[in-house]
């Protein structure tokens, strides 16, 4: 993985939060990912969340798989504990490092490779044990480090690159998130920063497993397959001495739509995405209705952004396990070892 430093003078005028900090002190290393990609515009919104939240960044944990996605904790938060896990491993390292120092906020960033797929049962089980986490999947329906193919949570009949049609049934984050009992459960688009900063900033204050799946297009692998202008109809009528390829710069896609509205979002290959905000008195906290809800929008072609599920009585991982308020990673030995009488007695209990 390549890295590029920023410089780390700073204008001194500009402006800092309660805790000192510039805006540019949650920054990280300069980008490699396509220009125009959507999840550089991603990581923009963690930076304006966790400048905005007064939150000091050695007090939170990143942690991240492989993929496009996977390499974004790079760009934010670059002085901020870091961990790049094995691919699909990311809930369970996560989970650990939890478990160990209940103390820090714990953000894992993910793709929909890394998650729908290889990593989908490491998924669930995050989901369901309530680990305290802003679990961030950047979705782009493709694998973009490996040429775009079709990932997990392609829409089925949706073309790759290359023309071939997806049969297979889309797997839906938001949905799983649901039925494995998040207590958070959020949608947003990643041209969309007005909606995407707020619901980082409540998923990081929110006690419990917190899913955000953000729709980041991928600007490589959205061209039309019948185009003369796309890559594989130079490739099939030019006889090349050898196959280069080359990514051109793309204009990031945004969009900017009122509450309760439906905007249509043009995608880099011509194609439309349906994008429906959620009114004002939209209820997150009725899980069964907003299964419901969700579904009878999916079925009119309209994916839903905004704060789609809340349990605002949630609890986490620790609160279920009843463990030590103390950080395990601060205990001492005369806690880590209380006896032989104590070992008795947690034995007595489990006869």
């Given at each position: 993985?390549?890295?590029?430093?920023?410089?780390?003078?700073?204008?001194?005028?500009?402006?800092?939060?309660?805790?000192?900090?510039?805006?540019?002190?949650?920054?990280?290393?300069?980008?490699?990912?396509?220009?125009?990609?959507?999840?550089?515009?991603?990581?923009?919104?963690?930076?304006?969340?966790?400048?905005?939240?007064?939150?000091?960044?050695?007090?939170?944990?990143?942690?991240?798989?492989?993929?496009?996605?996977?390499?974004?904790?790079?760009?934010?938060?670059?002085?901020?504990?870091?961990?790049?896990?094995?691919?699909?491993?990311?809930?369970?390292?996560?989970?650990?490092?939890?478990?160990?120092?209940r103390d820090l906020i714990y953000m894992g960033v993910s793709g929909d490779g890394d998650s729908a797929s290889i990593?989908?049962?490491?998924?669930?089980?995050?989901?369901?044990?309530?680990?305290?986490?802003?679990?961030?999947?950047?979705?782009?329906?493709?694998?973009?480090?490996?040429?775009?193919?079709?990932?997990?949570?392609?829409?089925?009949?949706?073309?790759?690159?290359?023309?071939?049609?997806?049969?297979?049934?889309?797997i839906d984050m938001i949905g799983l998130a649901l039925l494995l009992g998040a207590t958070f459960v959020a949608r947003?688009?990643?041209?969309?920063?007005?909606?995407?900063?707020?619901?980082?900033?409540?998923?990081?204050?929110?006690?419990?497993?917190?899913?955000?799946?953000?729709?980041?297009?991928?600007?490589?692998?959205?061209?039309?397959?019948?185009?003369?202008?796309?890559?594989?109809?130079?490739?099939?009528?030019?006889?090349?001495?050898?196959?280069?390829?080359?990514?051109?710069?793309?204009?990031?896609?945004?969009?900017?739509?009122?509450?309760?509205?439906?905007?249509?979002?043009?995608?880099?290959?011509?194609?439309?995405?349906?994008?429906?905000?959620?009114?004002?008195?939209?209820?997150?906290?009725?899980?069964?209705?907003?299964?419901?809800?969700?579904?009878?929008?999916?079925?009119?072609?309209?994916?839903?952004?905004?704060?789609?599920?809340?349990?605002?009585?949630?609890?986490?991982?620790?609160?279920?396990?009843?463990?030590?308020?103390?950080?395990?990673?601060?205990?001492?030995?005369?806690?880590?070892?209380?006896?032989?009488?104590?070992?008795?007695?947690?034995?007595?209990?489990?006869?």
């Open positions: 993985m390549t890295y590029i430093a920023k410089p780390k003078l700073h204008h001194p005028a500009l402006v800092k939060n309660k805790v000192g900090y510039t805006r540019r002190d949650y920054e990280g290393n300069i980008s490699t990912l396509c220009a125009g990609c959507g999840h550089d515009s991603i990581s923009a919104a963690i930076i304006q969340a966790c400048w905005e939240l007064d939150i000091e960044p050695h007090k939170v944990a990143k942690l991240s798989g492989i993929g496009c996605s996977s390499k974004t904790p790079t760009y934010f938060l670059g002085k901020s504990h870091g961990f790049n896990s094995v691919h699909g491993r990311m809930p369970s390292v996560l989970t650990g490092a939890n478990l160990a120092n990593g989908l049962g490491q998924f669930a089980h995050c989901m369901r044990r309530g680990v305290n986490m802003v679990y961030i999947v950047e979705n782009n329906g493709v694998y973009g480090l490996t040429k775009g193919q079709f990932s997990a949570t392609v829409d089925k009949g949706s073309k790759s690159k290359r023309g071939v049609v997806n049969t297979d049934e889309p947003s688009f990643s041209g969309d920063k007005a909606q995407l900063v707020p619901l980082v900033k409540a998923a990081i204050q929110h006690k419990g497993a917190a899913f955000i799946d953000v729709i980041s297009p991928c600007v490589a692998f959205n061209n039309h397959p019948g185009s003369t202008k796309s890559y594989d109809y130079l490739r099939e009528h030019n006889e090349a001495v050898n196959r280069l390829d080359f990514i051109e710069a793309r204009e990031e896609i945004t969009a900017e739509y009122e509450p309760g509205s439906v905007v249509e979002v043009t995608q880099h290959d011509g194609s439309i995405v349906r994008l429906r905000k959620l009114a004002a008195d939209y209820d997150p906290t009725d899980r069964i209705k907003v299964m419901t809800y969700l579904q009878e929008r999916a079925a009119a072609g309209e994916v839903v952004t905004g704060l789609l599920y809340l349990d605002p009585k949630a609890d986490d991982l620790h609160g279920y396990l009843e463990t030590a308020d103390t950080p395990l990673n601060r205990l001492g030995e005369r806690e880590l070892c209380p006896g032989s009488v104590t070992l008795e007695r947690i034995n007595a209990s489990l006869r």
